[in-house]
Each structure stands twice: as structure tokens, then as C-alpha cells.
């Protein structure tokens, strides 16, 4: 029989934080397929652990800085330059990550668990660890319920919804600044590797039972959670390496779903 | 000579560009245009693909800056509203959507949805998943959440690319019949000439960014330029629909001081439009 002793029990209550944010925000992230975008801002965030060594300021803060301005660079460039999307993110999410690397590295008399910050240590959270998480997580489900209207719009057809008065750019701005917190709360969950996995899976194993976009976020949300409970478990049970687990989790779900009901399920009436 | 070229200077102006141009990396893709955009009257913009159709139709929507001349809008109080249909529409199978929802994202407008839904007949598609339509069906669509703003201006990017000849037809149709309950101005891109030509008040034929010519479709298919570029045989003679050529306005119920119906012959050139608007 398992027991859930606190450690479990601060882990699912953590876990179970970071799906509710990870729905409707993940959703948004597949309807504007922006799952590399993610990615790269994940792999940027071992620079800003770099960083907060280095400035000995909280780490999460140095994730949220170095996120930040990557996601504001990345809308920049992609604006004004026209370059080749996949490109350029292929470079800075692999360059960022190696500088990451090798600032770490350079680092003397610092001791770094790399692998929990690659992979998440979800174990390890404490109670200033839910403050973080829920606090943080309040401020974007806010923050995207206030642009959730216009940023649909846009994601739809950016040039109608411009033509509409929506204001495009500070509503993208909005969006990968909740990206970047997103991904600097996930980051102790499940890591700099598998945050980008929270956000898509979930939400790509939805599709196929929502209606409607609202539908699809809160479904996502669900298949978090299941994903979430059905990882810890299995990892306390066989003794399994949490963040993954819960990641080969809510895969298996979305394996299922998609056996079950087709890819777009939704989309193949007419 | 007075009649409609008099009746197009009572209506007001909503647009003026003057002279402008739009470079891209050296490249002109527009060149010294001169346009005013009319309450009331649909003009539309032919020529080969390339000709600058539809960065003419940006500029005049806000969606790019001119590199040179200028674009005033000329509204008093507050921005012009614009009815936006796009060339392209790709419809995202991955975000779950009704017709009904994709409409109303134009923005709060209860009073005109039943009109809006009424005039393009799109009632019985509002369940459905957006994904689901068909080319033309979208199009209707895209056109009700246009006209949900209750639109001063339509913009209509090539509204009938893939659409049977019918759908066309009655798309056009349409259109006419919605400046004419409106009043609102509408702007065409198109490419399909014999078409677009008779359903028009005025054509403006763009050729390499530059106005080859302009003026009354009648008119125009017999100008020279037109013929070079298009062949003599397109025209509104073989248009599969064509709106009574009447001047548009007297078919308005709020026009009724409008009684004029020479408007072809009379509005060739749009620099007789009024000055004395309140620009901005």
C-alpha cells in the first residue's frame, strides 16, 4: 500500500499547481505552435541559474530575468528581421544552453545539481517552494484571463484582429512574459528538459475532447493532473526519476486518447 | 455633367492617399498612387498578380506604413471602422472553435449580430467548428464578423478566390447590396476581371505598382492601358452578374437627394471629389 508522507504530498500539491497553469497557457502554446519557442526559453533558463550564482541573487528570479529577455528579443528579431523562425531559435536554444553549461562550469567552488535542474527535482520542494508556485501561477492565470479575448483573436488571424483594433504587440509581450514565468515555475518541477512537455502534452491529449477553447484549456488541465498523480506514483512505486516519470505519464495519456478518439477528433465533423 | 460625379462629392471621404509608394528591399511595390476612398462607392483594384493590388489595400487599412506619401483618415471621432475579409484564411484544426464564437471575437456588438448574421446567411453554420466550412461558406463568415462592426469601410481581399462562378455571383451581389444599406465604402482586390468590373463603381487598374488607369468600369475596359494589359474582350458584358449601373446612392434609403444616374460616364476621374473634408 503507498503511503503519502509530505514529501509526496507537497510534490502532487506542486505538481497539481504547475498543470493548472500549465492548461490554458499550453493550450495557447499549441494553437500558436509555438513548442520550440517554449523550448528555447526553457533551455535559456540554465543561463539564468547561471546567472543567480553569479550575482548571488534567488534563482528563480536569475530564470525569470534571462527568460524574459530572451522571449523579448525573440518577438523583436522575429518582427523586424523576418528571419526564419526555426532558425534562429534552433540556435539560441542550443547556444544558450552550452553558455549556460560552461558559465556554470567556470563557476569555482559552486556545487550544482545539474541533473535537477535538467530534469527537475520535485522531491525537493519545500513550502517556499508553493508559495512560489502558487503565487506565480495566480499572476499568470490572471494575467492571461485579462488578454485571453484578444490574444485569441490573434492567434487565430493576427492582421484581422489588428484591423480590429486589438493591439498586438503588448498583448505578445503579455504572453511570453507569462511563458517565461511559466517556465521559471516549472523549472524545479520538471526541469529546464521536460517543462515544454507540461505545456504541449497535456493540452495536445485535450484537443481531441474540447469544443471549445475554454474547453481545451480545462481539459488540459485535467490530463495535467492525471499526468501529475499518475508520475508520482509510479515513481515512488518503482523507484523512478519523478520529472520523467510524470512526463512518460501524461505521453501514455495522450498515446491512449489518440488511439482512442484520432488526433483532432474535434475537427474531423463537418 | 453634374450628376453623379456632384452626388460622389456630397459623400464623405474616409480615406485619401496621396502619392504614396511602399518599397521592399529596393524593390518598388508601389509607386505614386493618388486615391480617395468614398462613403458609398466600391472601387475596385485589377491587375496581374505583382500589379500591387493588395499592398495598395494594406496601406489604406493600417496593416503597413507607406515609404512614401501619405495616407489621412478622415473621421471625426475616433478611428475609422474597417470590415476586414483577408486573402488567406488558415483554419487551425488544433484550436476547437464555433462559427459563432469566431464571429463575435469582432467585439461587443449585440445589436448588429442579427444583421450581420441575417445579411450573409450564415444562421445556420453558427454551431458548426470553424474547421468544418467550406471555402466559400468562410468567406460568408468572414464577411459577417466584418460587417459586426458595423464597418465605414469594407476591405475585401480577393473575396471570391476559389469560389464557383455562382458563389461569385452571388458574393458580389452581395456586396452591392451592402454598400447600399450601409453606405459604407468598400475597397475590392481582385483579379478576376469581367466579375469585379461590373459589380464596381469605380476600377482602378494597377500595373508593376503604378495606376495604369481608372474610372467607371465601362470606361476603363475601353481605355488602352486596360486593353494592353487584359485583352479588349474582358468586360462587363460577359459578367455572369452585374449590378443595375444606376448611381449607387439612389438605391440608399438615406440618400434619397441623390437622384442621379449618369454616374459612369461622369465620375471617371476620383480627383473631382470633394476637399473640404475634415482631415486628419
Redesign the interface.
Known sequence: MLIFDELMLFALVAGCGLALVAGPLGSFV??R?MAYFGDTLAHSALLGIALGFLLGIDLNLGILVVCATMAVLLVTLRRRQRLASDTVLGILAHSSLSLGMVAIAFMEGVRVDLMGYLFGDILAVGVSDLYWIYGGGAVVLAVLAAIW?PL??I???E???????VRVLPVQLAFMGLMALTIALAMQIVGILLVTSMLIIPAAAA?AF????E??AVIAVLCGWLAVLAGLLASFQWDLPTGPAIVVAATLLFAVVTLLRGP?A??A?? | MVTAAAALRSEPVLIRATGVGVEYGGRALLNGVDLDVVAGRITTFVGNNGAGKSTLLRLLIGLSEPSAGRIERCVSGGRLRIGYVPQHFAVDTNLPISVRRFIALAGKVRQQWAEAIAATGVESLLSQPLQSLSGGELRRVLLARALLRRPQLLALDEPAAGLDVRSQGALYRLIGELRDRYGCAVVVVSHDLNLVMAASDEVLCLEQGRVACRGAPHSVVEHPEYQKLFGAHLGPETAVFSHAHTDPHTQSSDLEDHKHHKHHEDHEDHEHCERDVDLR
Open positions: 499549441v494553437w505552435r479575448r485569441l483573436a492567434t487565430l488571424h492582421e484581422l484582429a489588428r484591423v480590429e483594433g484537443r474540447a469544443q471549445t477553447p474547453q481545451m483532432v474535434g475537427a465533423v463537418r
